[in-house]
């Protein structure tokens, strides 16, 4: 099975108004992890930058003018697809996990029409798998007792180590994302 684990940062919470200046991601293949990325994008022209946004990311308007032309680290995020799957086989998609997917997957899918590309469905299948949904089912008792049900708050619950500091970096994001959702197919799995 051909997974590949993501995140985004992003300039603001509306898709397809908002530009996605962070995407990280890990590839997984049969169980293996066989390449990490981190691309830090510059947004388009056009795309609503929210100082709020920029401020739960911690980077200024400064910094991401510093970042990779969108449409040069779209290639790059291409060709890494690329290496796995062939998007000419219909049989032939990764499944795409995510923490609170349909954010993830609705800027992602923005992204690749700023673009100029329509085949986001050659590359990954739908539905995304939504780590946020499995762990609310792994936690269904436990749930009362959390304060939020954020990525980190539910990677502590589940006995995970978390480093706060490294919150909203996306790379991080995507390995505690994966550990968490290992973790409770390991649980299903068992049962």
């Given at each position: ?65 510093t ?12 060709k ?37 590309d ?7 299948w ?22 939020n ?12 180590e ?30």
């Open positions: 099975m051909k997974f590949i684990f993501i995140d985004l940062e992003t300039t603001g919470i509306p898709s397809p108004e908002s530009g996605v200046i962070q995407l990280a991601g890990a590839i997984e293949i049969d169980g293996e992890e066989k390449e990490t990325f981190d691309l830090k994008i510059r947004p388009f022209p056009e795309d609503v930058i929210s100082d709020e946004a920029l401020e739960v990311n911690g980077i200024s308007r400064e910094d991401i003018e970042y990779e032309d969108p449409k040069v680290a779209f290639q790059r995020f291409i890494i697809l690329d290496g796995y799957v062939d998007r000419y086989d219909t049989l032939d998609k990764f499944h795409l996990i995510a923490y609170n997917a349909k954010f993830d997957t609705d800027h992602l899918r923005a992204w690749f029409a700023k673009n100029g329509k085949f986001f469905g050659s590359w990954f739908h539905p995304p798998l939504d780590v946020m949904s499995f762990a609310a089912i792994g936690l269904m008792r436990r749930r009362p007792s959390l304060d049900f954020k990525l980190l708050t539910v990677a502590e619950a589940l006995g995970l978390i480093d706060e500091e490294r919150s909203h970096h996306a790379l991080y994001d995507v390995e505690l994302a994966r550990e968490v959702f290992h973790m409770l197919l390991d649980r299903v799995r068992k049962k």
